[in-house]
């Protein structure tokens, strides 16, 4: 039975790693990020959920600071892996991903060549594309270019938010890793280079930062509706009204003719709060102002109501 080393850290990779010990796979050893300082005073050590999983699954386990440590690669080399699975990790040294006989391969969350990069679901959505999905490919020396073995589609529902999009490809994307995984070992798969046409515009999938997360009143209502949703719920778009920071988790679409100037606040003070943009408005149903829980609308305006009623 091949030897199968995982790689990975977020909650995403470990559907993946379940999906490896629940179907029998030999995974001989699981590599996952130092733990992380957390807690107000940052002063707890928390563990990453694939480390989580890996104790409970007595798997051994490695949280190598630099991927390059010669003490890592030693322990690593002595677990004779034949296949290593990578998802959600850090970008590997050449000498850790030449390491298996049979090849280490990624697991992606986007239809590759489309949306390389650290946020591949958040910016499918902001750009209203109609469908995403998962690749699974070979490592090579670039990030996100290596050929590609698998790709599995889903569809992106208007209703769709980063989370729920997630979570699909979260279960999709373990099933097409233990696909990949069986293909490898059968022989019965060669990769396939990433072909870009001259008429195809490649979309990236940058790392998201907090000034890219606020709302441009000024867009239309379509263009904010996704962002609002691809950025839902975390790390979540925001925006300043009133004088009040607001982070905005789902809104409404409000298609309408107008002549308000763009980010004009029409407020009834009780149940509506909604904002003029280009071609109509947008309507803000749950919030979260700095400080406070998170709340639906009619809620935050019992007690604001007023403060936006007359702006």
Same mark, same amino acid.
């Given at each position: 039975?091949?030897?199968?080393?995982?790689?990975?850290?977020?909650?995403?990779?470990?559907?993946?790693?379940?999906?490896?010990?629940?179907?029998?796979?030999?995974?001989?050893?699981?590599?996952?990020?130092?733990?992380?300082?957390?807690?107000?005073?940052?002063?707890?050590?928390?563990?990453?959920?694939?480390?989580?999983?890996?104790?409970?699954?007595?798997?051994?386990?490695?949280?190598?600071?630099?991927?390059?440590?010669?003490?890592?690669?030693?322990?690593?080399?002595?677990?004779?892996?034949?296949?290593?699975?990578?998802?959600?990790?850090?970008?590997?040294?050449?000498?850790?991903?030449?390491?298996?006989?049979?090849?280490?391969?990624?697991?992606?969350?986007?239809?590759?060549?489309?949306?390389?990069?650290?946020?591949?679901?958040?910016?499918?959505?902001?750009?209203?594309?109609?469908?995403?999905?998962?690749?699974?490919?070979?490592?090579?020396?670039?990030?996100?270019?290596?050929?590609?073995?698998?790709?599995?589609?889903?569809?992106?529902?208007?209703?769709?938010?980063?989370? +729920? #999009?997630?979570?699909?490809?979260?279960? %999709? &994307?373990?099933?097409? /890793? $233990?696909?990949?995984?069986?293909? !490898?070992?059968?022989? +019965? #798969?060669?990769?396939?280079?990433?072909? %870009? &046409?001259?008429?195809? /515009? $490649?979309?990236?999938?940058?790392? !998201?930062?907090?000034?890219?997360?606020?709302?441009?009143?000024?867009?239309?209502?379509?263009?904010?509706?996704?962002?609002?949703?691809?950025?839902?719920?975390?790390?979540?778009?925001?925006?300043?009204?009133?004088?009040?920071?607001?982070?905005?988790?789902?809104?409404?679409?409000?298609?309408?003719?107008?002549?308000?100037?763009?980010?004009?606040?029409?407020?009834?003070?009780?149940?509506?709060?909604?904002?003029?943009?280009?071609?109509?408005?947008?309507?803000?149903?749950?919030?979260?102002?700095?400080?406070?829980?998170?709340?639906?609308?009619?809620?935050?305006?019992?007690?604001?109501?007023?403060?936006?009623?007359?702006?």
């Amino acid at each position: 039975m091949a030897r199968i080393v995982f790689m990975g850290t977020p909650e995403f990779a470990v559907e993946s790693l379940r999906a490896l010990v629940d179907g029998g796979y030999n995974v001989v050893g699981v590599v996952t990020a130092p733990d992380k300082p957390a807690g107000k005073h940052q002063n707890i050590l928390q563990a990453s959920p694939v480390k989580r999983y890996a104790i409970s699954k007595n798997l051994p386990l490695m949280q190598p600071e630099k991927l390059k440590d010669p003490v890592f690669l030693e322990q690593l080399k002595a677990l004779r892996a034949d296949i290593q699975v990578i998802v959600a990790f850090r970008m590997l040294p050449e000498v850790v991903w030449t390491m298996p006989k049979l090849g280490t391969f990624n697991l992606h969350a986007s239809l590759l060549p489309q949306y390389r990069g650290a946020a591949p679901i958040n910016w499918a959505i902001i750009n209203g594309e109609k469908e995403t999905g998962v690749t699974t490919f070979l490592l090579d020396c670039e990030i996100d270019t290596g050929k590609i073995l698998f790709q599995e589609k889903i569809p992106i529902h208007e209703t769709d938010n980063s989370e +729920t #999009v997630h979570d699909k490809l979260m279960v %999709v &994307g373990s099933q097409l /890793v $233990l696909k990949t995984v069986d293909a !490898i070992v059968l022989g +019965t #798969v060669k990769g396939i280079e990433q072909r %870009v &046409g001259m008429s195809t /515009v $490649l979309r990236s999938a940058p790392k !998201i930062f907090k000034e890219i997360c606020r709302i441009d009143w000024t867009k239309t209502v379509e263009e904010i509706y996704n962002f609002v949703r691809g950025l839902s719920p975390y790390p979540a778009a925001w925006t300043d009204l009133a004088t009040v920071n607001l982070k905005v988790f789902d809104v409404g679409k409000i298609f309408y003719h107008h002549t308000l100037p763009a980010g004009t606040i029409v407020c009834d003070g009780k149940d509506h709060l909604d904002v003029a943009v280009a071609d109509g408005f947008i309507r803000l149903n749950e919030i979260q102002q700095t400080g406070k829980r998170r709340m639906k609308i009619g809620d935050f305006l019992r007690g604001n109501g007023k403060k936006f009623q007359n702006v």
